[in-house]
């Protein structure tokens, strides 16, 4: 004997359907925080990558620093610069053998040179979402060689950071303010990385960088 399948009603459906809107609406704040949050982890490892390149780069040097190189390098024959010398020692191809370094066309993907919460892309000449410090050793023709030990309180002198602009060596006005829920992440010269809300490394009010700050030192 045959029985009629019984179909859901209008009403039944605009239920369903509103149940399901209700719990995406949930489910998607959680989800945008845990993929922050990811990109963020991602992120902060990266910067431990370099701290860690730059250890090992020290220990093979007699204790010097890489050094910092031109802010906007633009030939392919460079090889001076703290973003040849470091992929170096973690077996990396050169920052100018990346293709996305000058074609905006190219998404860089997931890299040690590229953070995933920055969205900017190459201009047609250079791209760093990771800046380093100029105040440290030096940059282009003022390079100077300086030795890990000779830098006084590491774990607060500032050596790579989160990066709004495009150089790749550059001061305390380059940091960006709006990542990493209103902040940025610094990798420090012994080696270790962490993240700061924004309101400790910039001022809103004057619209100028803070430099006060006993844990994000600048100057040697």
Known sequence: MWYRRKAFTLLELLVVIAVIATLAGMLLPVLVKAR??????????????????????A?????????????????????????????????????????WRTNGDV???????ICPSNP??????NLFHYCLNQNVNGTGEANRSVRLAALLRPTSLVWLFDTKNLPAVGGWTFVHTNLHQAGAQFVFVDG????????AY???????????????????
């Not at 998404?107 to 040179?113: A, D, I, M, Q």
């Not at 900017?120 to 000449?125: D, E, Q, Y």
Request: some cysteine; hydrophobic content about 30%.
């Open 36 to 57: 922050r949050q990811a990109e963020r982890i991602f992120c902060l490892n990266n910067l431990k990558q370099w701290g860690y390149a730059t250890q090992l780069y």
């Open 59 to 99: 220990v093979d040097h007699d204790d010097y620093l890489p050094p910092e190189g031109t802010p906007n390098p633009g030939s392919r024959s460079t090889n001076i610069g703290w973003y040849i010398q470091l992929p170096r020692v973690l077996d990396l191809p050169r920052y100018h053998e990346m293709p």
């Open 107 to 113: 998404h860089p993907g997931r890299s040690v040179w």
């Open 120 to 125: 900017r892309l190459s201009n047609g000449n």
């Open 192 to 199: 270790h990385a962490a993240r700061y809300p924004n309101t």
């Open 202 to 220: 910039w001022d809103f009010t004057r619209n100028q960088a803070r430099t006060d700050h006993p844990d994000i030192r600048w100057l040697p």
